[in-house]
Structures are given as C-alpha cells and as structure tokens.
C-alpha cells in the first residue's frame, strides 16, 4: 500500500512538471496578470563570454525564476495565505490597519511623521517653500482677475487623515507631525486666497453621511464622495463669480462590483479573493437643462483623484471644453496637446474661464508641480526676456545637446524664477505684464 502511495506521489509529481513546463513554454492557459508594477525579465542571449563569465547562468536562472508557467496562480496563492493566517503582505507600498482597511504606505508616514521628511530634515525650510509657492498663487490669482480667469485650489481629502482610526498603531514615538494638508489652509486665509478645504469637510461629515467617503480598500475617495464633492466645487465657483453653471442630481445610490480605482490598494496585493467584507455603493449623475447656464472652459491641474469626477459626471455638459493636466506634465481631453511642455501656457491661461489646482494631503508636497512659478513668469515677462534667461542657465548646465541643456535650464528657471527675475520676489503683485497678452485677447476678440 506504501509503495503504491508513493508511485501516485510521483506521478501527482511528474504530472505537475510537466504541466508548469508545458505552460511556460506555450501559455495554453491564460491567467490573470499580476497588479502593480512589473519589470519583464528578457531571455539572456547564449555567448561564450557570458557561458564563460557565468553571467548567462545567472541571467537565465533570474529569467526562469520570472517566467515559469503558472507564476502568477503562484504567487496570488502565497499571498492569500499570507493575508489569511497572518494578515500580512509582501507588498511595500500598502499598510494593512484596523478591520481590513488598506492605506497607502506614504500616506501613513505622512499622516504619523509628514511627508516633509521625503525632500528635507527642517519643517521650516518646508513652510517657507509652502509660503513662497501661497505667494506665488496670491499673486497669480490677482493677475488672472484682470483677464476674467478665476483660479482657486481644491484641498483634497486624505484617508489617512478622515479614518485615522483604521491606521495600525502609532509607529512613533515621534514629535507633533507637520502636515501640509492643515499648513496652506492657515496660509491661503491669511492671504485671501480662493480655496475650498474639503478635507476639513470630510472630517466633519464623515459620521454624517449616509454613503461611504472611502472604500475600505483603496486610496481615492468613493466615486458618490467625489459626486457630491464636485457639486460643492461648483457651487463655491458660482459664489465666487458672476457664472451661473449646470447643476446636477445624484441618484440613488447602489451596489455594484468595484469600479476601478475602488480597490487599487486592494489590486497590489495580488489576493486570490477578495477582501470581505467590503461593500462599494455608486451612484448615477444626471445634468439639468438649464438654457440659462453657461458652459466655460474648465482647467484642473493636479492629482489622480479628477478620475473619478471624470469618470462619473458627464462634464462635457457642464463645461465647453476641459482638461486634465495630470500632475502639470500628461494632458488628457485636450485633442490637440498631450503634455504641459508643448502647449503655450499664456494663451491657456487667458483663454480658460476657470482654474483648479486640486491635491490631496500627501500630494501637497510637490504641490502645482511648477504651475505656478510657470505662469507667474509668463504673466508678467515677455517672452524674449524668459528665452534669453534660459539661454544663459542652458550655457552652464553640462549636458551633451541643446535640447537636454535646455530641458534643464527650464527646470532650473521655473524651480526658482524669483531668483532670475528679482521683480517676481517679495509679497507685491509685479507690475508688468508679457506684452502677448494683449495680442491673445485681440486675437479673440476677432474671432
């Protein structure tokens, strides 16, 4: 009877080889690919110098280890057992808190520590970056006036900060953390600036809604957050102008199967099963017909969280034209420009009705990506003045062409343009204005 168990064993064995070898060489069976990001792992080439150095060896093994048949299935299977008996994961980007709450991992240091320690080890030299890009918005905002553009901030919610009771306990002990998220608030105040503080919003009705403001296992807000969210969003833009906007009415909310970016921690994990329970209610938006509103041309600079207001309002009803400058680099709706560095930013800023810099607490940091420095500099200098400058930086800068020197000498320059510009510095709003600007709205005016 042993001896017959162990032939089966073996078989049971061989079988399976076989099959791992058959499916690595032919994937006749298609399996789901892993979330995250993967780096593909080429087949080395066979030389004699790498047979001889070993290195084609190593190559192939790492290559093997990579690609074999049902890796996947694989891995899932060891991560669900991980997340099974020891509710742990693998994965560095995700922090497992209270009753299954995902978080992501920088937004926790930033919540416990601040995310002020990613770029330096002195909050003050932080704040006084923070002040400086305010005042940079301050004057930009005033600018903008003179033009008919309205521009403000949206303060984002952060789930770290709305559900900090699902964060696992405080790794500290650490001194009172710095968090940005409650710093430009007390700034943008102090210097009248327009802005909407949702995140103090969703901390006073979080226990007050009756829909969910974050799912359990992903980082954006909901997808009937972000709904209601927007709505506030244009009703603060029509107090603060002479614009009458489309409203619109939110539906009963529903069950539905997640919808993408719902379970975005959740899908790095790489789980067989998902995690329960976990209940994602959305919504449906539908537009009035309101013949006396008008449609403007809407701009939003900043971070992932626009995906589910454009996912789930039909903005091409509320507004002519809109785009999506993603982090201030990747430019979405817009079918005639796909990048910030190919569009003529004096023209979109005189040519847009409304602006929106919108950050989430972690991405406040890195907040407008360059924006405003940007367009504070082409306000207010010609451009044959901000090309020469350029052409200056660009001789210092060691690189082997013209365009990577000039590539940098523009991140150099809209880094710091209060530096080259000495006009730019101090709390006044600058005087001048790039001559161009008239020639736009001329221009419009003959259309």
């Avoid at 093994?61 to 694989?74: D, I, K, Q």
């Avoid at 975005?264 to 017909?289: F, G, H, M, S």
């Avoid at 201030?328 to 796909?338: G, K």
């Amino acid at each position: 009877m042993k001896e017959v168990f162990h032939k089966i064993l073996f078989v049971i064995t061989i079988a399976v080889l076989v099959l791992i070898f058959v499916q690595t060489m032919t994937g006749f069976i298609k399996i789901k690919p892993l979330n995250g990001a993967v780096v593909k792992t080429e087949m080395p080439k066979l030389t004699y110098n790498n047979y001889a150095n070993s290195s084609f060896q190593r190559d192939f093994e790492n290559y093997c280890r990579a690609n074999f048949g049902f890796r996947e299935f694989s891995l899932r299977l060891y991560n669900q057992h991980l997340w099974d008996f020891y509710r742990t994961t693998r994965n560095k980007t995700v922090v497992i808190g209270r009753s299954d709450w995902l978080f992501g991992k920088r937004e926790a240091r930033d919540y416990y520590i601040s995310g002020t320690y990613d770029y330096t080890n002195d909050t003050m030299v932080m704040k006084r970056q923070f002040y400086q890009e305010a005042l940079r918005l301050y004057k930009v905002q005033n600018i903008l006036e003179e033009y008919n553009t309205f521009i403000f901030t949206t303060l984002l919610p952060g789930k770290t900060f709305v559900f900090n009771e699902y964060l696992p306990e405080n790794p500290g002990p650490y001194m009172k953390p710095f968090h940005a998220v409650y710093y430009f608030a007390q700034v943008f105040d102090s210097l009248g600036i327009n802005y909407i503080d949702l995140q103090k919003d969703y901390e006073y009705h979080k226990e007050k809604t009756d829909y969910p403001l974050f799912p359990k296992t992903g980082m954006h807000w909901t997808y009937i957050a972000a709904e209601h969210s927007f709505d506030s969003i244009l009703r603060y833009i029509e107090h603060k102008t002479d614009i009458n906007l489309h409203n619109y009415t939110i539906g009963e909310k529903y069950i539905d199967k997640p919808h993408h970016p719902d379970t975005d921690l959740e899908d790095v994990l790489n789980l067989l099963r998902p995690i329960r329970p976990n209940t994602n209610y959305y919504a449906d938006v539908t537009v009035d017909d309101d013949t006396t509103a008008t449609r403007p041309v809407f701009i939003l600079v900043g971070d992932s969280y626009f995906w589910n207001i454009n996912n789930s309002i039909p903005l091409h009803s509320i507004f002519s034209k809109y785009a999506y400058w993603y982090y201030n680099s990747t430019i979405y709706f817009n079918p005639s420009c796909n990048h910030t560095s190919k569009i003529d930013i004096l023209e979109e800023l005189i040519n847009t009705d409304i602006i929106n810099l919108s950050y989430s607490p972690r991405q406040l940091y890195v907040f407008s990506n360059k924006f405003l420095p940007k367009a504070l500099l082409y306000l207010t200098h010609d451009d044959s003045e901000i090309d020469s400058t350029l052409q200056v930086i660009a001789s210092s800068v060691k690189k082997d062409t013209d365009e990577e020197r000039l590539k940098d000498a523009k991140d150099i320059l809209f880094a710091d343009p209060e530096k080259y510009f000495p006009d730019l510095g101090g709390s006044d709003i600058p005087t001048t204005r790039n001559k161009r600007i008239n020639d736009i709205i001329i221009n419009n005016l003959n259309k």
